[in-house]
């Protein structure tokens, strides 16, 4: 059997169970309304949280930026891309999430991949959630350290396994700060404990909570109330709530000028376009001045949650616009995915290995500018399951 034909078997066998994955085609900007395939859809599914993606300020932020510096960046921020709107950009994260220093990533995959394989080596020990995003998991494997997973959110299991081993080198505990499938939030103050009684540090990956989470939208560790001693840390995304595209670290000064010397996706990589640095500050003031976007989007979640509830449909736990609908077989998960289709929404299913077997599910996602009236709508055809 030729290599060709080893993969089309395996293509084959996803297809048979049901994990076969395609990609739709857009024409059209990012909304609670979008053209897919051809065809207006209703969209309950991307993590456009606030509604900024398509914002006109934004967009012109964007012209703006490539009239005054180009398309491209031209070249890694070592060499000579790194612009004055990157460096302004870095400040206004940095006292955003009321830190030191900040430091730009040209994605979170990125960015948690050169986070961790900087901090650690051999000798050193991670241990993470064991529903980390995948970036996070492939840092810690592939920064050669002892890596151990604990069970999801248990801090009894992370205390114990700690405990059980005699420390050999540095310690990290990584987590997501909101779980990006199931929505949930970790328990950072439980886990910020921890951490210091075993000497480790605490990293946070925070895409799903920037933005939407804390009085101000500054998050996990806002909506906890937890400081930078207690989370070194913090590592955020551009491309969801903030509606553009990149991603940052943020700590003390020692964290930062460590990475920039030590990060290998930092240093070998081209940086953002300044384009689109100046863009992401234009949407960083909109999220600081618009809070009714949050206090709508959280209207939207209430709604969401009492109907779905009256319904009893099999909805998981979660405060945040991530709102999973548990099904169970990836088979379920596509036929619910395809009913809601033929009327128009789109939320597609969500299958392994992204998620556990026989936990496939939709994940709903709520956007700020969804209506009362839309939302309504969803509920109206999953109701069809009730």
């Given at each position: 059997?030729?290599?060709?034909?080893?993969?089309?078997?395996?293509?084959?066998?996803?297809?048979?169970?049901?994990?076969?994955?395609?990609r739709r085609v857009l024409n059209s900007p990012q909304g609670t309304e979008v053209n897919v395939d051809g065809r207006r859809m209703l969209s309950f599914c991307s993590n456009d949280y606030l509604g900024l993606a398509s914002d006109p300020r934004i967009i012109d932020?964007?012209?703006?930026?490539?009239?005054?510096?180009?398309?491209?960046?031209?070249?890694?921020?070592?060499?000579?891309?790194?612009?004055?709107?990157?460096?302004?950009?870095?400040?206004?994260?940095?006292?955003?999430?009321?830190?030191?220093?900040?430091?730009?990533?040209?994605?979170?995959?990125?960015?948690?991949?050169?986070?961790?394989?900087?901090?650690?080596?051999?000798?050193?020990?991670?241990?993470?959630?064991?529903?980390?995003?995948?970036?996070?998991?492939?840092?810690?494997?592939?920064?050669?350290?002892?890596?151990?997973?604990?069970?999801?959110?248990?801090?009894?299991?992370?205390?114990?396994?700690?405990?059980?081993?005699?420390?050999?080198?540095?310690?990290?505990?990584?987590?997501?700060?909101?779980?990006?499938?199931?929505?949930?939030?970790?328990?950072?103050?439980?886990?910020?404990?921890?951490?210091?009684?075993?000497?480790?540090?605490?990293?946070?990956?925070?895409?799903?909570?920037?933005?939407?989470?804390?009085?101000?939208?500054?998050?996990?560790?806002?909506?906890?109330?937890?400081?930078?001693?207690?989370?070194?840390?913090?590592?955020?995304?551009?491309?969801?709530?903030?509606?553009?595209?990149?991603?940052?670290?943020?700590?003390?000064?020692?964290?930062?000028?460590?990475?920039?010397?030590?990060?290998?996706?930092?240093?070998?990589?081209?940086?953002?376009?300044?384009?689109?640095?100046?863009?992401?500050?234009?949407?960083?003031?909109?999220?600081?001045?618009?809070?009714?976007?949050?206090?709508?989007?959280?209207?939207?979640?209430?709604?969401?949650?009492?109907?779905?509830?009256?319904?009893?449909?099999?909805?998981?736990?979660?405060?945040?616009?991530?709102?999973?609908?548990?099904?169970?077989?990836?088979?379920?998960?596509?036929?619910?995915?395809?009913?809601?289709?033929?009327?128009?929404?789109?939320?597609?299913?969500?299958?392994?290995?992204?998620?556990?077997?026989?936990?496939?599910?939709?994940?709903?996602?709520?956007?700020?500018?969804?209506?009362?009236?839309?939302?309504?709508?969803?509920?109206?055809?999953?109701?069809?399951?009730?």
């Amino acid at each position: 059997m030729s290599y060709t034909d080893k993969l089309a078997e395996n293509l084959a066998r996803r297809a048979a169970n049901d994990l076969y994955r395609t990609r739709r085609v857009l024409n059209s900007p990012q909304g609670t309304e979008v053209n897919v395939d051809g065809r207006r859809m209703l969209s309950f599914c991307s993590n456009d949280y606030l509604g900024l993606a398509s914002d006109p300020r934004i967009i012109d932020a964007l012209k703006q930026g490539a009239e005054t510096y180009g398309v491209g960046s031209g070249a890694a921020h070592l060499l000579s891309g790194h612009s004055i709107a990157h460096q302004e950009l870095e400040y206004a994260l940095a006292e955003f999430v009321g830190r030191p220093r900040a430091l730009l990533f040209s994605t979170g995959y990125m960015a948690n991949l050169g986070i961790i394989t900087a901090l650690l080596g051999r000798t050193d020990e991670i241990w993470e959630d064991r529903l980390n995003h995948a970036s996070l998991i492939d840092g810690g494997l592939l920064s050669r350290a002892r890596f151990r997973r604990y069970v999801h959110a248990n801090v009894e299991t992370l205390a114990e396994s700690l405990t059980r081993r005699a420390a050999t080198g540095m310690r990290l505990i990584a987590t997501d700060g909101v779980f990006s499938m199931d929505g949930d939030i970790a328990p950072l103050p439980e886990l910020a404990t921890i951490a210091t009684q075993h000497n480790a540090w605490l990293m946070v990956d925070d895409a799903h909570g920037l933005g939407v989470l804390g009085a101000t939208g500054r998050g996990t560790l806002e909506h906890y109330g937890l400081k930078i001693e207690q989370v070194p840390i913090l590592m955020g995304t551009l491309g969801k709530a903030f509606g553009v595209f990149g991603a940052f670290v943020a700590g003390d000064a020692v964290l930062i000028e460590t990475l920039i010397q030590a990060a290998r996706s930092f240093i070998y990589t081209t940086a953002l376009p300044p384009a689109l640095a100046m863009a992401t500050l234009t949407s960083l003031r909109i999220e600081q001045t618009e809070s009714w976007r949050r206090e709508q989007l959280f209207e939207h979640i209430k709604q969401f949650r009492t109907y779905a509830a009256q319904l009893k449909l099999p909805l998981l736990p979660s405060i945040t616009p991530i709102q999973p609908l548990l099904v169970g077989s990836s088979n379920q998960a596509l036929a619910w995915s395809r009913h809601l289709e033929t009327h128009g929404i789109l939320v597609p299913a969500i299958r392994y290995p992204t998620v556990p077997k026989n936990q496939s599910r939709l994940r709903i996602t709520l956007s700020a500018l969804h209506t009362a009236k839309q939302v309504e709508n969803l509920i109206d055809k999953l109701s069809y399951y009730s």
